[in-house]
């Protein structure tokens, strides 16, 4: 059974860090593309971050120089280092895990974690 469990979320004030943790099993952890996507109220769901199997990383304008991606696996996690949080960037954040095996495309996503960015 996959799963992908988020944690670390939770209220911070403008400024503050949090670190978001992703835990899979179930997987083949190091053939898949890791992603942290975001969604606030009313708005689409935006990728964030990507970290590749290659552990090469892709960002959001957005958190350009404030977010870090980074994976284990070893220990089969990926994280997300969010520094300088705003406002803005409240929402409720999720995992995802897409591989492209034997030309399918696979996806999987996690429950998502709350994230409160207020003073």
């Known amino acids: 059974q996959v799963q992908l469990v988020e944690s670390g979320g939770g209220l911070v004030q403008p400024g503050g860090s949090l670190r978001l943790s992703c835990a899979a099993t179930g997987i083949i952890f190091n053939i898949f593309d890791m992603g942290w996507y975001r969604q606030a109220p009313g708005k689409q769901r935006e990728l964030v971050a990507l970290?590749?199997?290659?552990?090469?990383?892709n960002y959001a304008d957005s958190v350009k120089g404030r977010f870090t991606i980074s994976r284990d696996n070893a220990k089969r996690t990926v994280l997300l280092q969010m520094n300088s949080l705003k406002p803005e960037d409240a929402a409720v954040y999720y995992c995802?895990?897409?591989?492209?095996?034997?030309?399918?495309?696979?996806?999987?996503w996690g429950q998502g974690t709350q994230v409160t960015v207020s003073s």
């Open positions: 995802n895990a897409r591989a492209v095996v034997l030309g399918n495309n696979i996806d999987y």
């Open positions: 970290i590749t199997k290659g552990s090469n990383t």
